[in-house]
């Protein structure tokens, strides 16, 4: 048996996945937890993710005729009650604020003083804020479509956080739109699914499914709700967005009417759709290691990292300005609309220590050059995706020119080997039996590891979910958009059902 | 007498200046009020300005050596409390959360619940709050300086508020960093006063003075608080930004201590420093005249729109190929790093009423493009910063070859005009009578316009401040960087002082 190599975060994957990706997040000091309950502060080299992920998004949504407004993060209480079930889904977790100022409380503090009269909600989601706007907004079929997004912060009282996964407040983008017809609104709310979809696979690397919800499991007021679905390296999904198909609901409660090309007055069919920083969860547990964060090139802070090898300080002016003239050179290459990034790393530290920090925080690609390198006209690579020791000696001039394809490679090698594992743990299961046992862990000591994605039949009954959910903690993700009409018995009841669903444990 | 002609924002400037600029604020569709009392909804062609202004800063700090990061949303109150001069200064205009869900109040309603054992206080501003997480990160000298910048959203509870201006809610950044030496922190003070002072006038088109803030209106907890001032059209004085240099209050509140070189445990030094959606506010009125909006190219959501005047049916196909044509190659090139943004204004509407929306809009350029324009080759162009009758036929290849050219013409136009009205309406005053003449209305019926800035001397007392404050409701807005040593009197008392500062009516 090969001896186990020591890896950079402890405990690895399949010790304890829950630790695992917590130490992932400190190693590549990405975030930390606040004194403030559930908030986390999102740390530079995090942040930075968060901007990339920002940028290329906010792109898409241009280029698809959307522009950025902003709303007030207050929501009056009573907006927040005229949706039944939007309320139901919300009023249990938000922050409420009560009071407009702190005053002397006689004892040397501070007391809540000037009490509002209605309660503002820090808001959750801003359909019924929003929609407030859009009543005024749309008044004729010429005001339709009406395409907005948000970027913005959010609060949702949660009970048990984890850093990005869920927090209680965290930032996101809402799209909100307003359509003359029903068909319209589906399209836009399945188009935005796409955008998302094509944003996780190209962008984040990530393979995604899309399909739609359950009843169950979709968004408090929407008529639909359509998901993409990622899985992570503990086999288990994660929504890592959703857009949804509002039908009238919110048109109603808002009051968004128009008057149509026939002089009819109509209430109008809305959307809304997002995309959160959980979605740089998702990033770290689809593709990140035992030695921490590997970040698809398109979206990391840092493309290159340049580390300097310098033993005897007569070699520190020649290795520099070798070192320094070739950063000039690759920042003057464009990846993605972005100069590429390159960091040179002059830090007063052990080479060795720095290749590791820079392991753990996931540059896609690492340089070391020493005097012997620039005397062959050499850099001693290493790629973030393959094992640490894998490096090589490639020459100088060659790395300049095809940097942005090798870059280009990188991230195609990481998506394919998310998409490989994502296969390798989806089967289609026919049994009752076999469904229970996929779904069993392994290891009773790390349950965290167990199947992956069941592709089973479902009669569409609330109850056969209910119940697989209360007996495994699986729910479903959602009903495929690939999934093939086919005759099959659903999975729990066996009642006829025409498609299979994809069963899961999620975060 | 010439004939007054008729304009298209009313009330004009000179019959009822704040009025004017709400309308000039609702004609151009930049925001509006919502239901939550001061609250504004920034609606797409305000939040592109905003965008655009970001955008630009973010670069200019990057340049800097700044990072950005976020922090919590809420501010636990405790820590609100332990630096006293900045709680006193906040305390009586903040939202505070005591609740963290609702509830049914047993009539139909929604009651808050969950109550919490401290109160959240929505930031206002994040020095406490960041000062929790700097205590961790700074541990050594070897983690200065530390170089830190947030985008956010911050509410002040204002009584009273006004668009851009002053709003309960706003968008801002704001930079706080750590630094080893009193002289280091004192020096990145400066220089970010320094970035927005050529952030306002290089982008903005706003000549704006920089010096220092009188104890009186610094930042409550700072040492000493750094603005720039503009000057607005009603010759009030906006505080477009400031720079604070906090000294050691801050570390000592948060306990940000490092290890020096010497081993030896120091306390820190901090900044911070922040613009906001004022910003808007201030380019509004810097900028705009009788006809609505006038926006410096660097900052507008578009530099150009084409008008294509058809008039036969037939015309259609022809004119449309020739103007899309043309903005294909308008927006191949780049100002100041973005693509030349060209909207055509396709809209079945009467060509004259699309005109003077896009002038109440600000667009710098317009180009009217009909078939007789076409057959000359010529487009039929106006400038927003020129009269709306000032228009003229330029040579359509010639105008796509100096179109980038023309915009930088504009931008400087615009400064310079704003530099002028500026520098006409400062005078520096030594006679205390002439000072109260300078600062009493000409009209009793627009109390807004009045003098505008005095340079006149200060004993430097607060006293004489507060004195000519309650008298004239004048206010020192900075001691100039520029004002020279001098031997003077101060304006109010007479006493000896050695420097002109200026006095103005502000925002």
Known sequence: MAKKERTAIEPTRSVNYP????????????????????????????????????RNLDDMFKETGHVNAYFPLFIPKSYFEKEAEHVKGFAKECAVVTHTRLEDDGKGGLKPGGALTEELVV????????GASFSKWVNSYRDLPLLINQWANVVRWEMRTRLFLRTTEFLWQEGHTVHATEAEAQEETEKMLGVYAKFA?????????QGKKS?????PGAVSTYSIEAMMQDRKALQAGTSHFLGQ????ASNIKFQSSEGVEELAWTTSWGVSTRLIGALIMAHSDDNGLVLPPKIAPAHIVIIPIIRKEEQREMVESFVNKLALELRQQYYYGRKLVVNVDNRDMAGGEKVWQWIKKGVPIRLEIGPRDIENGTVFMGRRNLAPRDKKSVAAEEFVTTATTLLDEIQQNIFDKALAFQKANSVEIDGKEEFYRYFTPENKDNPEIHGGFAYSHWCGSGECEEKIKNDLKVTIRNIPFESKEETGKCIYCGKPSSKRVIFSKAY
Do not use: H
Not at 249 to 252: D, P, Q, T, V, Y
């Open 19 to 54: 630790e695992w990706y917590q130490q992932v997040v400190k190693a590549a000091d990405l975030a930390e937890n606040s004194e403030v309950r559930g908030c986390m502060v999102i740390k530079p080299w995090g942040y930075t993710i968060w901007e990339n992920i920002q």
């Open 123 to 130: 808001r959750p989601t801003s359909e019924t804020i929003i």
């Open 201 to 209: 696979e190209k962008f984040l690397a990530i393979p995604v499914i």
């Open 215 to 219: 009843e169950a499991e979709k968004f």
């Open 249 to 252: 609901n919110f048109a109603k």
